[in-house]
């Protein structure tokens, strides 16, 4: 075979091709070049090349076969052996699928700034476990498209990976300025379709959290030794104790009483506001339910999204809290004339 990477992705693309079956010359050069042009390569111009290509796949591995099929005015080729292959592969067809499917969600970052090469090595790495590079994406995700910061991943990415301190202007909800953020990253976490950045900002010793689409630069910042975290363990047990990814050690864990309406309940049930919840009382007309966190500003926008259909019973000052924001809203209500 010769050694050149245009001929290792026709062979390639060829024995994917021959495993499935069904395809006729034409069709295999069509296959091929596809490949060669996403790739950057010149195209095939000769059906003779696909032929020549195939001669030499059964003249290099003995053990393999290439059949023709009379389809109408067309000759189709397939392995005889569908389970042949010049690649030898430690996956069946359904671990391919599989995993063609996690190249796809991967494929969610790409087209961003810094991201090109993850493009080029999902389509490396499909072409060479014989993926099809056509194949539909079957799972999708509640994605905001055009949320800010998400061109901030890569870069925060890498700086995690590779220990780096960093400079972050970030502008909050509260602040009009851009504020200067010296922060040692550790840990990249979703919810609620945003993107957090979550580390220790430089002289405190306590998490910070930091929305992608607050940040307006990033700068690496020399002179400054990064600080390891040896405390948290982000993929345990730190988010467990709370909703979102706002955590205050300064609050305590407390038992919160909620009340929920019947209609509301089986969709709570079957979608628990926490890993913690119990139901602790149910009749014809209500139930009560608690869960076990640390309050924060995610929990009180959790349960003032279900409006009419929950309310807190306990703590009194979270129920206070939660009835001051539903009387300022209903004030904005009243507030409005129509025309």
């Known amino acids: 075979m010769p050694n050149t990477k245009s001929s290792d992705i026709r062979y390639k693309v060829l024995d994917r091709c021959l ?41 290099s591995y003995p053990e393999i ?68 590079v056509d194949g539909r994406q079957v799972v999708g995700f509640d994605d905001c498209r055009y949320l800010r910061g998400k061109e901030y991943f ?16 970030y502008k909050s909800f509260r602040q009009d300025a851009v504020k200067e953020v010296i922060l040692h990253p550790y840990y990249i976490k979703e919810y609620n379709k945003r993107w957090f950045l979550l580390g220790r900002e430089h002289g405190y010793d306590s998490i910070s959290h930091l929305a992608f689409d ?12 990064y600080i390891e975290n040896n405390e948290y363990d982000f993929n345990d047990d730190y988010f467990s104790d709370i909703v979102g990814v706002t955590k205050h050690l300064d609050h305590k864990l407390q038992k919160i009483q909620l009340w929920v309406s019947p209609s509301l309940f089986p969709y709570i049930q079957t979608k628990p506001l926490h890993e913690t919840q119990k139901l602790k009382k149910s009749d014809a007309n209500s139930y009560e339910i ?35 924001k539903l009387e300022l809203s209903i004030k904005n209500y009243d507030s409005v004339h129509e025309e």
């Not at 607050?214 to 030794?225: A, K, L, M, P």
Request: hydrophobic share 35%; net charge negative; charged share 25%.
């Open 290 to 324: 608690e869960i076990e966190v640390r309050p924060n500003f995610e929990l009180e926008q959790l349960i003032l999204s279900y409006g009419e259909g929950l309310s807190v019973l306990s703590p009194a000052d979270l129920r206070n809290k939660i009835k001051s």
């Open 65 to 132: 076969s290439i059949v023709d099929k009379k389809v109408g005015r067309n000759v189709t080729y397939s392995y005889e052996n569908p389970e042949s292959s010049i690649f030898k592969l430690p996956f069946n067809d359904d671990e391919l699928a599989q995993l063609s499917q996690c190249m796809a969600i991967l494929s969610r970052f790409e087209g961003t700034p810094q991201m090109e090469w993850m493009h080029s090595f999902i389509e490396r790495f499909k072409l060479s476990l014989n993926i099809d």
């Open 214 to 225: 607050r940040i307006e630069h990033i700068n690496d910042v020399t002179g400054v030794s």
């Open 19 to 59: 495993r499935r079956g069904g395809y006729s010359t034409s069709d295999l050069m069509d296959e091929v070049n596809k490949e060669l042009e996403l790739q950057g390569f010149p195209t095939v111009s000769a059906l003779n090349t696909i032929r020549q290509d195939m001669d030499h796949i059964v003249n």
């Open 154 to 169: 890569s870069t925060l990415l890498s700086a995690i990976c590779n220990k780096k301190v960093l400079a972050i202007g």
